[in-house]
């Protein structure tokens, strides 16, 4: 591409190495995308996500280290079919359960969470659109998201009260409606053909505007410098007088000022991440203690998986595993029954409450592995070379996406207080 193409593009990103982290380049779109296979079923979703699985583990330790972006990996799981599994059979896709949706996020979480976290708030993108969106408006993107399409994210901003407060404006003059706002978060931005983008409208209104990933005045910016999900690509977005179709905009506040599931699955699927991070770093320790760790001189055994305390505290480990994804696949169960109907009132509390219950035993599942698999491992397992630290890295990095203390607040209030939790993206 030459240059006066690539300044057409309006569209910078920076590829970051550890030497030049800012170095900006431009990024030719795809102008052609491999068709995606659409899937059909939950069975399907779980073994293509099993497939992928397979494929991309192997080299998670290499990205993390290098900062690799996943280009390739998130071309498979377009490919695959997995964007578009949620959709619902009248769109045209398998409508699958929310728990299987969970398994699969799960699965790829255990190989690589970087590449489960990208298309995450895509699936909260598809569920706003079916809560909001008109019928014209969710055949155009469902038609998009089943050829191959991803959803990136924009919404969190620097410099505001708090995560739910933004200062990101959709206004209408006589060009139209325009964007203009910077985010902090843009996670899956980078890959993605479509940025869903939270702004307050002339109204007052928080709306959800669907713009392309290389409209002019679209700057993303890989400026990610977090220790753990490195491969996210979860920087800066600055949207400069976006023009947006009018059709590319639904209402984002509807989805939690009525009573939807919006938010318990948006964090149910936050959960299912952090324990396949979880399951990922046991079966590392598991690994590393079988084939590399010494037993302790102490111990009278030959050899480290003998270990009785190492014994005890991987069945520890693994109890609270199968305690944590029980607890995922009841929540899951109850998100889909409160699905099959419009959900009431109480319906969403009582998911919001099981799935903070789930955020609890997952995150904290996810920091306790993650410690473990170096205690029991031994300094050995802190070399380079195995790039271990980057389950703990991930884990604590994603776990913050939200405070678990909070958590506590809102299960220890819904049953002693019967107050129902408030309803947002968080909770």
């Not at 690799?68 to 695959?80: I, N, T």
């Not at 991070?277 to 079988?290: C, K, L, S, T, Y």
Request: hydrophobic content about 45%; aromatic content about 6%; glycine content about 8%.
């Amino acid at each position: 591409m030459n240059s006066a193409g690539a300044s057409e593009l309006n569209t910078k990103i920076a590829i970051a190495d550890e030497d030049e982290p800012h170095a900006a380049v431009s990024l030719q779109p795809e102008s052609r995308r491999k068709p995606a296979r659409v899937i059909v079923d939950d069975a399907e979703a779980i073994a293509t996500a099993e497939r992928l699985a397979a494929t991309i583990a192997g080299d998670a330790a290499d990205r993390d280290r290098n900062r690799r972006l996943p280009y390739d990996e998130m071309k498979l799981f377009a490919e695959g079919g997995l964007l578009g599994a949620s959709i619902p059979k009248q769109w045209g896709g398998a409508e699958v359960s929310i728990t299987t949706l969970g398994t699969v996020m799960r699965t790829i979480a255990a190989a690589d969470p970087n590449i489960a976290q990208i298309p995450k708030n895509h699936f909260l993108a598809i569920d706003i659109m079916l809560l909001n969106g008109t019928d014209a408006q969710k055949k155009v993107l469902f038609d998009e998201i089943l050829s191959g399409a991803l959803i990136g994210h924009a919404a969190s901003e620097r410099g505001t009260k708090n995560v739910l407060e933004i200062k990101t404006r959709l206004t209408r003059n006589g060009a139209g409606l325009k964007l203009n706002g910077e985010k902090f978060y843009t996670t899956g931005a980078l890959y993605c053909d479509w940025i869903a983008v939270s702004a307050i409208d002339d109204a007052g209104r928080y709306v959800l505007a669907f713009v392309p990933r290389h409209q002019q005045g679209v700057t993303i910016i890989d400026d990610w410098s977090g220790f753990g999900q490195r491969t996210t690509a979860s920087g800066t977005g600055k949207f400069n007088d976006v023009l947006v179709d009018p059709e590319r905009v639904v209402s984002l506040e509807d989805a939690y000022v009525k009573p939807t599931l919006a938010g318990p699955v948006s964090q149910y699927l936050h959960a299912c991440i952090d324990a396949g991070i979880a399951g990922a770093a046991i079966n590392e320790a598991m690994q590393f203690v079988n084939t590399k760790a010494r037993p302790w001189a102490d111990s009278g055994v030959s050899r480290a998986c003998e270990d009785p305390y190492i014994i005890s505290a991987i069945g520890d480990l693994k109890i609270r595993l199968f305690a944590a994804e029980a607890s995922l696949e009841k929540a899951g169960h109850r998100l889909d029954q409160f699905a099959a109907a419009a959900p009431s009132e109480d319906d969403v509390a009582v998911a919001s409450v099981n799935v903070a219950i789930v955020k609890v035993l997952t995150t904290e599942l996810a920091i306790l592995a993650t410690n473990k698999m170096f205690e029991l491992s031994g300094a050995s397992a802190t070399l380079a070379a195995y790039n271990l630290d980057r389950h703990w890295r991930n884990a604590r990095t994603h776990t913050l996406h939200d405070p678990v203390r909070w958590k506590y607040n809102v299960v220890g209030d819904f049953f002693l207080n019967c107050v129902n939790p408030r309803r947002h993206n968080y909770v």
